[in-house]
């Protein structure tokens, strides 16, 4: 059985590796840009900061990341990171781009810099920041804790002795988690979920604590447009939806059996009030209306392993990202469903909804994040320690080398619409 094991990893391994060079041999037909670069620890989490910077007489703008490490047993660090990424009109030549060095598409070598590391305790599970104080991140670490630094007050390099020191440590749980959100219209407003419960805090305030799963609660996020509701989802393969105006905090307002499996993520759309999506260890994304959560919209099912993060994007309602154990990012448009398929698609197993497909991670892909001021453009983070900036290509048909078949996409255009560790 053991040799079994071994010729079962060497084949996946193998396999792998032949994807990722077909993939980086097409980077070029693919993208309009890729920025590949090897943190020294792999990171669980990752988020584009709103701020943005415009060098005078550069051809790029700068762009802010946090992130996290998650070392063996050396000394872990919240991170603030800065990323050059280049204007539209920068020049760039893919007859140049050599894929088997790999590094950058979309313009010269781009730099890529630590700014800040804050001393952490253990990993950093997730790191999100407070959308009227960006400057504000709350964390979740291997403790119950939630801590919440101000990087404004933290000096650009960590202390030596790596002493821990959050300008706030929320309690109210008892094991790790990973589900983190602050509310968008309620300064300082902040959920956390673990255990077998959600905890809400008001920060520098009491907390208040619901508890209507049963097993594990994996993830939580607010509502964008409604500042008392939230949803959370749980191993009890749970959907619930809360309302923090409601004085009992053991039931939820809804609830309905989402997925086959554990229930892993949730996101709301920015832009209507009653989307939101779901994705599971049943390696499928669920589609959901308030209105009527006896009913599924849709479920997205082609993914081949556990999926870990769904997001929206911020710029298009219509547009959904998801990720996971299989190594694929795929990005997927809600308008498509429904739409016939060509039959050259239908032979090559292509979903009418399908949008894109970001393959160049060769790992679990840990998190990921739409920048909000560049459309189309994605940070993801793998657990093989490689963070990759990339921006989906904006023509509708190019040849895919040594193929000779046609790759489809949409058009993109950015005036349209208004991994967790082992758990």
Avoid at 186 to 198: E, M, R, T, Y
Avoid at 285 to 310: C, G, M, P, T
Avoid at 327 to 342: A, C, H, T, Y
Avoid at 392 to 406: C, H, I, K, L, P
């Amino acid at each position: 059985m053991a040799d079994k094991d071994v010729y079962d990893d060497a084949v996946e391994e193998r396999v792998i590796n032949e994807e990722y060079k077909i993939w980086k041999k097409n980077t070029p037909f693919l993208y309009d840009l890729v920025m590949t670069h090897a943190l020294e620890w792999p990171s669980l989490t990752v988020q584009w900061l709103p701020d943005i910077n415009r060098p005078e007489g550069k051809d790029y703008t700068v762009h802010r990341l946090a992130l996290g490490t998650h070392t063996s047993d050396e000394q872990n660090h919240l991170v603030i990171a800065s990323v050059q990424i280049p204007n539209d009109d920068a020049q760039f030549d893919a007859s140049h781009y050599d894929s088997e060095k790999g590094g950058e598409l979309g313009g010269a070598q781009r730099e890529i810099e630590i700014e800040i590391k804050i001393n952490h305790e253990g990993e950093v599970n997730r790191a999100r920041y407070m959308p009227q104080n960006p400057c504000i991140i709350a964390t979740k670490t291997p403790t119950s804790d939630v801590l919440v630094f101000d990087y404004t007050k933290h000096p650009s390099k960590p202390d030596p002795s790596g002493e821990c020191s959050p300008d706030l440590r929320l309690k109210g749980h008892q094991k790790e988690g990973y589900g983190l959100s602050w509310n968008s219209n309620l300064s300082g407003n902040l959920l956390s979920a673990s255990d077998d419960h959600v905890s809400a805090w008001k920060v520098v305030d009491a907390k208040t604590i619901f508890t209507g799963h049963t097993a594990v609660v994996e993830d939580v996020s607010w509502h964008l447009l409604h500042e008392s509701l939230f949803g959370s989802v749980a191993d009890d393969q749970k959907l619930m939806i809360w309302d923090t105006r409601s004085n009992n905090t053991s039931k939820a307002s809804h609830a309905v059996d989402a997925h086959t499996a554990e229930v892993n993520c949730l996101s709301f759309n920015p832009y209507s009030e009653f989307i939101l999506a779901t994705g599971s260890a049943d390696k499928t994304v669920a589609l959901w209306d308030l209105r009527n959560l006896k009913l599924k919209l849709h479920s997205f099912e082609s993914h081949k392993d556990e999926i870990f993060q769904v997001q929206w994007s911020p710029h298009n309602e219509t547009i959904l990202a998801s990720s996971g154990t299989d190594r694929r990012l795929n990005v997927w448009d809600l308008s498509k469903i429904g739409e016939e398929q060509s039959a050259e698609d239908a032979e090559d197993g292509l979903l009418s909804s399908w949008y894109f497909i970001h393959g160049g991670h060769t790992a679990k892909i840990s998190d990921f994040s739409w920048n909000p001021n560049e459309p189309w453009i994605i940070c993801s983070v793998s657990e093989d320690n490689i963070m990759q900036v990339w921006q989906m290509v904006s023509t509708t048909e190019e040849t895919y080398a040594d193929t000779g078949r046609t790759c489809k996409l949409h058009t993109i255009s950015p005036a349209q619409g208004h991994s967790k560790p082992e758990r």
